[in-house]
């Protein structure tokens, strides 16, 4: 009975049992729980805007698994350098896409109209042309903050709705753009959200690019709030415009990614959530990846939170992401997505496979 119980242990922990055996060792009781929907369908990306040999105004919807793309209807301007994210509208999950760096001269944010199968503006506006924008979705509402308007650098951090309700935030410690946000928690009725990296000041020859990690508490509900938290550990790398997001280990912890950016020539590092001590470490294994472009909103965290697909810049391939633990982390090359090819500066994101959006 002892020997079938190792047996069961093994696949779990994927621990070598040969030799001499230590059951102490072994068993483990504080094992973390997979969630639900460990092994789920990966769901499908939404990849919109950018630059092709020019400012394109394309949106793609398409299957990482299948290898399966569609078009949406195109987006109301070409335009690179925009944000976005996925919106929790009466039980919809709608995308919205901000800002952009040409032709949003409002600095509008659009969010497709289901019902008419059109994008529109009308969520929010920053009265002015907006880019690079850090944006992260939690439920109902969107958390945008900093970004760059003609020259200057914003500090404002907003929330805001689909039907366009606005609530003001606390304000970044650091003007910038560039930065990446993710929830990295959830507890009750608040959510933490991290905003990573970023840079200011547009002389290349002055240019801060940024290692801070700023928190804020965020309640939700129909009166949201969010208050600035003392800050979390430094990256030990500077990152500027690159992708970031929360992966579920396979031990079952939660895992905050900060993919390598090509500006500040920041690795790929990692922090172990479940750890309030960690401090971020670079893996001793990235991806072999060499960037020649920025890559906001490049890192996707997929509907099966084991796994991320990373988009690099004009790429006709991407890499499945998975990480046994905050310092093993694997990515695979995954070639034949020839529709992605020559895009850089877009914006992508997470849909679940019954979206519901117009894609012929």
């Known amino acids: 009975m002892l020997y079938f119980l190792i047996c069961l242990i093994v696949p779990v922990f994927g621990r070598d049992i040969s030799g001499t055996l230590d059951l102490t060792v072994v068993l483990e009781p504080e094992e973390k729980t997979l969630p639900p929907n460990h092994n789920a369908p990966a769901g499908k990306i939404l990849v919109a805007t950018g630059n092709q040999n020019g400012y394109t105004d394309t949106v793609q919807i398409f299957d990482p698994e299948l290898k399966t793309h569609c078009k949406m209807p195109n987006f109301p301007i070409k335009t690179e350098f925009a944000s976005g994210s996925v919106v929790d509208s009466l039980g919809d999950q709608l995308p919205v896409i901000c800002g952009g760096g040409e032709n949003n001269d409002k600095g509008n944010c659009y969010i497709y109209d289901k019902e008419n199968q059109q994008w529109v503006a009308g969520v929010y506006s ?58 990295i928690k959830e507890e009750g009725g608040q959510k933490t959200i991290a905003v990573l990296g970023g840079s200011n000041g547009f002389d290349p020859w002055t240019i801060q690019y940024r290692r801070d990690m700023e928190i804020f508490s965020c309640s939700i509900g129909e009166n949201p709030a969010c208050i600035k938290k003392p800050n979390g550990p430094k990256l030990q790398a500077k990152h500027n415009g690159f992708g970031c997001g929360v992966i579920q280990g396979q031990n079952g912890g939660q895992i905050l990614l900060a993919m390598k950016s090509w500006q500040g020539n920041g690795k790929t590092e990692t922090l172990d959530l479940d750890d309030d001590s960690a401090q971020w470490k670079i893996l001793k294994k990235d991806v072999d990846e060499e960037l020649g472009s920025t890559s906001l909103f490049s890192l996707i965290i997929s509907q099966d939170p084991t796994k991320g697909y990373w988009l690099p810049p004009e790429r006709d391939y991407l890499y499945e992401v998975t990480c046994r633990n905050a310092q093993d982390c694997s990515f695979n090359r995954r070639r034949g997505y020839g529709f992605l090819s020559k895009n850089k500066r877009f914006v992508a994101m997470s849909l679940p496979n019954n979206h519901g959006l117009q894609c012929d």
């Open 126 to 183: 920053y009265g002015q042309e907006t880019y690079f924008i850090a944006m992260v979705s939690f439920g109902k509402w969107l958390f945008l903050a900093g970004g760059s308007q003609t020259g200057n650098y914003i500090d404002d951090t907003i929330i805001v709705d689909a039907l366009g309700n606005k609530r003001n935030g606390p304000k970044l410690e650091q003007a910038k753009h560039g930065a990446c946000a993710a929830v």
